[in-house]
């Protein structure tokens, strides 16, 4: 299932192709691998707190999130090879493609909600 990300406090879509990873192998891989992640892609990591770019080719914007989509720690473009620090308060991760965040003007303290993208009929 795919999902559209709103940045509910500014009004902005960030993403509606998001994928969701909820199982220990799909939290471990991530987007490990990926050559490109377009704009309105992403991955929301659930549970998590600290991430990696270890293996990875491009550089990411991430955000960090309380269990209320509030936004408590943001990383614009963190490049590949990078580990983060674990945020405490922190329960799920959004990673978009670089950019993402300053092009929507995505702040620290801002909610984001999900909500299921429509299905694409061929």
Known sequence: MR??????????LL????????SFMD???GLMGRRSLAFGEGMHIIPCNSIHTFFMRIP?????LD???????????????RLSSV???AHSVLELPAGTLAGSQT?????LEFEPAEPQTP
Do not use: C, H
């Open 60 to 64: 990411i914007d991430v955000a960090f």
């Open 3 to 12: 999902w559209k990300v709103n940045n509910v406090t500014r009004g902005k």
């Open 27 to 29: 939290r471990f891989m």
């Open 15 to 22: 993403a509606d192709r998001s994928e969701r990873a909820t």
């Open 87 to 89: 945020y405490f308060k």
């Open 67 to 81: 269990r209320d989509g509030l936004i408590v720690k943001q990383i614009p473009a963190m490049p590949p090879w």
């Open 107 to 111: 702040q620290e303290g801002d909610r």
